[in-house]
């Protein structure tokens, strides 16, 4: 079975930064996806970590501790438009299906 | 390409009656998934299939049925329409065990 651990809520100001933790366990795993969901639309893909340290994409990076099944996303210089849920999911062993995280809703405020 | 298009975007069923949730994809994925999620909660997933023929139970299946005969078309079956199945249903697909593309949404009500 899966057990994937995120907070629920998080909030932040313009400009700031702030980092989205995503704790898991998993019985198979190649990796860990992060997903964004504004309200109302689908989950775009984000990242998709599978060595462990960190990757840095733009505005956003993602890392990965395989030994402690632990993530986090890190987004800088925080705009409105990052207003959304964010999604953790290890990727799991062939012939399995993705399981979702319950999400953080990040709030960036002006 | 189009991706991965569900139909209809919005339903509203009273109880017990029956529909199927359409989803289609052209890019030739193996893998397909039925996701509902609930107001302000993540995804579950419903059923999954790893290729034609082939489906399996995902975390929350009572009350949906599926088939995968072919590799483009994964349709979701509600046989008995309840309240609690009142939720967003989301359709995905990927190459294999990897990332998903996901349709737009299904917005169901039952009332």
């Known amino acids: 079975g899966q057990n994937i651990d995120q907070p629920t809520e998080m909030t932040a100001t313009e400009g700031a930064i702030v980092q989205i933790s995503c704790t898991y366990q998993?019985?198979?795993?190649?990796?860990l996806f992060w997903y964004q969901q504004h309200a109302g639309e689908a989950p775009t893909f984000l990242s998709y970590?599978?060595?462990?340290g960190l990757e840095e994409k733009g505005r956003f990076s993602s890392f990965l501790s395989r030994s402690k099944g632990y993530s986090y996303l890190l987004l800088k210089e925080l705009q409105m438009k990052d207003s959304a849920s964010y999604l953790c999911?290890?990727?799991?062993?062939?012939?399995?299906?993705?399981?979702f995280g319950k999400g953080t809703t990040l709030s960036v405020s002006s | 390409n189009a991706g991965v298009t569900q139909t209809p975007k919005f339903r509203i069923l009273k109880i017990g009656q029956s529909m199927t949730l359409q989803c289609t994809q052209d890019?030739?994925?193996?893998?397909m998934y039925w996701y509902r999620q609930d107001p302000g909660m993540g995804l579950k997933l419903i059923y999954y299939?790893?290729?034609?023929?082939?489906?399996d139970k995902g975390e929350v299946p009572n009350g949906y049925n599926v088939s995968r005969s072919t590799t483009e078309d994964f349709p979701l079956r509600l046989e008995l329409a309840a309240p609690s199945q009142t939720s967003v249903y989301f359709c995905?697909?990927?190459?294999?065990?990897?990332?998903?593309?996901f349709g737009q949404g299904t917005r169901l009500t039952v009332v």
């Open positions: 995905a697909s990927s190459p294999s065990a990897t990332e998903a593309f």
């Open positions: 998993t019985s198979g795993f190649n990796g």
């Open positions: 970590n599978v060595l462990d």
């Open positions: 999911a290890p990727s799991p062993q062939a012939g399995t299906a993705l399981i």
């Open positions: 890019m030739n994925h193996n893998y």
């Open positions: 299939s790893v290729g034609a023929g082939i489906t």
